[in-house]
């Protein structure tokens, strides 16, 4: 097991991308804290752990990333539960502002950048300063995209959000590297996760069967397993770095444009913010009447 002694933190830890990797983190011996935004996916993570067996090494608490206050709280649990921070995953997500330039609001501008953004610079920030008292290293990683690559891949204020999580990837990584604390990211590509696919799982899969090269689809588990290396010491020497886990997807170049479904290419039929999983209501209007 690659993670035994080891405790991590993990944002968005209540589905998709962030469940998958407490599970992967557990089986391998890790202690974690699970922060998410919706209680009640949550508390249903904390009870299949559980009865999984590994309920001693599980703790939840709700957390909004954008809140300097509970980013504090959520990595006070892990020192107060297990006495120590080896690993912070700062993967909550949300869709965010969607919609045409035009349309959107500040308020979906900021609320975009509060959770994919903010979040993470507060993570990092946190993460650090208990890792650089403990001076025994650590790993932190984020949750960037391939929108942080491309234009053309995702909607613009998602885009954008994600292309400052990378950039601040490779700034933390330069500061904190005397530290021996790396920072990474992954970038994942289209992955079958209840944010992405709003509850058409089997139309969402076959979409994105048909866009990358790769013949099957990607799930929360391929960027889990991503994840696990990144924080385990077979990542030592890997710090500033951004790691798409996409099928071969940015792989096809000037073709990836073809291959993706489009966003920004023709006039979305909506606009507003969608809040994903986190349990909060969405605001989204229709545009076409």
Request: glycine share 12%; with cysteine; hydrophobic share 40%.
């Amino acid at each position: 097991m690659r993670l035994v002694n080891k405790v991590a933190v993990i944002t968005g830890g209540a589905s998709g991308i962030g469940l998958a990797s407490v599970h992967r983190f557990l089986l391998e011996g890790a202690s974690v804290v699970l922060a998410d935004f919706n209680a009640e996916k949550g508390q249903e993570a904390l009870e299949q752990a559980h009865r999984d067996g590994h309920g001693d090494r599980l703790s939840f608490i709700r957390t909004d990333v954008a809140q300097e206050s509970d980013i504090i709280a959520m990595m006070n649990e892990a020192l107060s539960r297990f006495g120590h921070l080896d690993v912070v995953f700062n993967n909550a997500g949300v869709g965010g502002a969607i919609g045409p330039l035009t349309e959107i609001s500040t308020e979906a501008w900021d609320y975009t950048f509060d959770v994919l953004a903010k979040g993470v610079f507060l993570g990092i920030k946190h993460a650090a300063r208990i890792m650089i008292e403990q001076g025994t290293g650590g790993s932190i990683i984020n949750t960037a995209s391939i929108a942080a690559l491309n234009g053309d891949s995702a909607p613009l204020v998602y885009s954008a959000a994600k292309a400052a999580v990378l950039n601040l990837t490779k700034s933390t990584a330069i500061d904190l590297a005397p530290h021996r604390i790396r920072v990474n990211s992954v970038c994942p590509g289209f992955i079958v996760t209840p944010l992405a696919d709003g509850g058409r799982t089997e139309e969402t899969i076959e979409r994105a069967k048909t866009t990358q090269p790769w013949p099957e689809h990607g799930r929360p588990e391929h960027v889990a397993g991503t994840a696990l290396f990144l924080a385990s010491d077979d990542a030592e020497f890997v710090t500033g770095e951004g790691i798409v886990v996409d099928g071969g997807l940015t792989a096809a170049g000037p073709e990836m444009s073809k291959r993706f479904p489009k966003t920004q290419g023709r006039a979305p039929r909506v606009a507003g913010i969608n809040r994903g999983t986190t349990g909060a209501p969405s605001d989204i209007r229709r545009l076409d009447g």
